[in-house]
């Protein structure tokens, strides 16, 4: 089956970019996503990119995909500490309506 | 716009009794609505696909008789789990798909659940 993996944990101080990354193996997926989750909330999505684009932009964050080597990451420009949370990648493939999730990294972002 | 509800946020049950988990759609229809459990510090696993006025999918090792689905309305999805066990204690969060909209953003995640069982 499909198969999502992220690095667990990423340190950063305030004001610094983080970078999240993702790698995943569905070659037919048609959109990948980046949802923020705070402690004991559900999942809130920040952005999400077709499979056909490399790159998206929205305020602080940049998504880079690279469709060969099935690689995606998230930048967020100017760290702060609300913007510590865990962080999943998720990709839906063309014939399902369903997502397969990564295990999420785990972002703090220290004053 | 697109919000989906759950209710209750958190709940404590004693074992062996069953607990009902309702997942609203507040602002749109779903024909298809999404049950997740997700265990400290893992990622979402998917249980179920609810769909309005059929039967829930069900993914491999679910079962569909502990984890009760009712999908009812295009607003209205619950689980009930039954007879609850201390290994059933999990945050449960439920997903909407908004029938009106097609691509990416369709589906709306609701709040969660955290279910204690003592």
């Known amino acids: 089956g499909e198969d999502v993996e992220q690095s667990l944990f990423l340190s950063v101080r305030e004001g610094d970019s983080s970078v999240i990354n993702c790698t995943y193996t569905?070659?037919?997926?048609?959109?990948l996503y980046w949802y923020k989750q705070e402690p004991g909330a559900g999942l809130q999505l920040l952005t999400y990119?077709?499979?056909?684009?490399d790159m998206k932009q929205d305020q602080r964050l940049t998504v880079l995909l690279n469709k060969k080597d099935k690689h995606l990451s998230l930048r967020i420009a100017d760290t702060q500490t609300g913007d510590s949370a865990i962080y999943f990648c998720?990709?839906?493939?063309?014939?399902?309506?369903?997502?397969?999730f990564g295990k999420g990294t785990m972002l703090l972002v220290s004053p | 716009g697109a919000v989906v509800s759950q209710h209750p946020s958190r709940v404590i049950c004693k074992s062996g009794t069953s607990v009902k988990i309702e997942c609203r759609s507040l602002?749109?229809?779903?024909?298809?609505m999404f049950w997740y459990r997700q265990f400290p510090k893992q990622s979402l696993m998917l249980m179920a696909t609810?769909?309005?006025?059929?039967?829930?999918?069900?993914e491999q090792g679910v079962e569909k008789d502990k984890f009760l689905i009712n999908h009812a309305s295009l607003t209205l999805s619950t689980l009930t789990v039954t007879s609850a066990h201390p290994e059933d204690s999990s945050f449960y969060i439920c997903s909407a798909r908004d029938k009106g909209r097609q691509g990416a953003s369709e589906q709306y995640f609701g709040p969660g659940t955290r279910l204690t069982v003592t």
């Open positions: 990119i077709f499979s056909n684009m």
């Open positions: 998720a990709e839906k493939d063309s014939g399902y309506s369903t997502l397969t």
């Open positions: 609810s769909n309005e006025g059929s039967k829930a999918t069900y």
């Open positions: 569905d070659s037919s997926s048609t959109y």
């Open positions: 602002d749109f229809q779903a024909t298809t």
